[in-house]
């Protein structure tokens, strides 16, 4: 089997972070989004990989590389607009070939792993298999109505109730669904819609069956999904120390340092995690905290949120909570008179204040 990630999206609900980075790339407990699900398909067995990209394809690249850090082979396929995720699987046709394969959105998270979703593929003659999951609000989702162990219909954000098993961002295909994608045609908003490909397969009598996911899913394209996304990953990491504490701190609870990570003068309550080169320095750092690389929190106290790579929080006299701080930024208490909040916010920004 291979493995096909759609990485390709522009990330519109993550704005501003997706201006300027892929929404694959934003760290869920210190690891790209997109790590995970590559991590996923390799502990499956499925080590040949295919990775559908777009706008931000040199960032992906240069990110996942050739693969063997993960111990897959990775090729790229790119996708010169977002044209839907049945366009995706169409233009990964020579690289597929005539092998089954499992389709992976790169921003879908699933906390424990898809071995027994690919087992079932894998021993079995079905055509498809598709994902489900039950979800609250089916409304704002596309469903499946499923009779005898078969899936008869799909609806796309059904105004009245069909189903609550909504279709969730991984599948899986033999080469039949090449045919259902050649024929289907662009929807009203121009995409190749995956819920028609799917469709088509049932119409046509192919054996399409679903799985019902049982643990953890999010699809992680709010801010409030990659919070939650992060406190299921922390809730389980196990704890490991290698950077420096001095004797003045404390470290209480679930708690990982990463390679030179420093903590002065602080505590660090877990569950949470320390990014590589970062200094924590007469700081609170409080539960479901996800700290990146080379970022510096000073004089302040943050919890329940997730802060990118490269940024500083500086002297702020009240606690930072809930929040997800992107790149390269600076927060840090003004002392220039008269007193007021002083800030550059990108488009589509949420500021809380005081």
């Known amino acids: ?144 109505i499923v009779e005898d162990g078969r899936v008869k219909r799909l609806v796309e954000k059904p105004k009245q109730f069909v189903s609550d098993l909504a279709v969730i961002g991984i599948y899986m295909f033999d080469h039949h669904v090449f045919e ?35 643990g953890w899913w999010i699809d992680t394209g709010k801010m409030q999904d990659i919070l939650e996304a992060n406190r299921l990953i922390l809730d389980v990491m196990e704890p490991r120390n290698e950077g420096f504490v001095d004797a003045e701190s404390q470290i209480i609870g679930r708690v990982t340092l990463e390679k030179d990570a420093q903590v002065i003068n602080s505590t660090v309550r877990g569950p949470a995690i320390i990014g590589e080169r970062t200094r924590i320095e007469n700081s609170y750092v409080g539960p479901y905290s996800a700290i990146y690389h080379d970022c510096c929190v000073v004089g302040s106290e943050i919890e329940h949120s997730v802060i990118l790579e490269n940024s500083c929080i500086t002297d702020i006299g009240h606690r930072i909570e809930d929040s997800l701080i992107g790149r390269n930024v600076e927060i840090t208490k003004s002392h220039v008179k008269p007193k007021a909040y002083r800030m550059v916010v990108g488009d589509f920004s949420k500021v809380g204040v005081l």
């Open 1 to 144: 089997m291979k493995g096909l990630i759609l990485s390709g999206g522009q990330g519109t609900r993550l704005r501003p972070l997706t201006y300027t980075g892929a929404k694959q790339l934003v760290p869920v407990a210190n690891k790209p989004v997109l790590f995970w699900a590559i991590e996923d398909l390799v502990e499956a067995g499925i080590t040949d990989l295919g990775i559908v990209v777009g706008d931000t394809a040199q960032q992906i690249m240069d990110a996942v590389g050739d693969g063997s850090r993960f111990g897959a082979r990775v090729s790229y396929i790119h996708q010169d607009a977002p044209r839907g995720i049945a366009h995706g699987i169409k233009i990964a046709r020579d690289f597929i070939g005539d092998d089954r394969f499992v389709l992976f959105l790169g921003d879908n998270f699933i906390r424990d792993g898809v071995v027994p979703l690919v087992e079932a593929f894998r021993n079995d003659t079905m055509n498809a298999q598709i994902i489900l999951y039950r979800v609250p609000n089916p409304q704002d989702l596309g469903v499946a």
């Open 180 to 214: 259902a994608v050649n024929a289907i045609k662009p929807s009203a908003r121009g995409e190749l819609e995956i819920t028609e490909t799917i469709q088509y397969l049932i119409d046509h009598g192919y054996d399409v069956r679903p799985h019902l996911l049982t």
